[in-house]
Nanobody, 120 residues
């Protein structure tokens, strides 16, 4: 059973960088052919795909967020990380890390989600 767990600060100030880590257990992030994504849901809105890192380390980003987003991984810790720069209150959302068998979509395992609020 694969499990994903998000961690990071719940409050970030505007203009700062949001950093979240997803720790994976029950499976390796280097196992072919899985992709490890970040998805968020702002209050009252639908799910928004942010980007992914694949089993080989390739990264994929949503065009609308690409300029501010970076996804990386630490294979020794079986973790992958999201960094979102220059945040605004519009980035307030529940952030999820998920596993899929495509760079986008076909998700089978989800973390429980973590609330991040952007506020001064």
């Amino acid at each position: 059973q694969v499990q994903l767990q998000e961690s990071g600060p719940g409050l970030v100030k505007p203009s700062q960088t949001l950093s979240l880590t997803c720790t994976v257990s029950g499976g390796s992030i280097t196992t072919a052919y899985y992709y490890w994504s970040w998805i968020r849901q702002p209050p009252g809105r639908g799910l928004e795909y942010m980007g992914a890192i694949g089993y080989s380390g390739n990264t994929y980003y949503s065009p609308s967020l690409e300029r501010r987003t970076s996804i990386s991984r630490d294979t020794s810790k079986n973790q992958f990380t999201l960094q979102l720069n220059s945040v605004t209150p519009e980035d307030t959302a529940v952030y999820y890390c998920v596993r899929g068998d495509k760079p986008r979509g076909h998700y089978d395992y989800w973390g429980q989600g973590t609330q991040v609020t952007v506020s001064s």
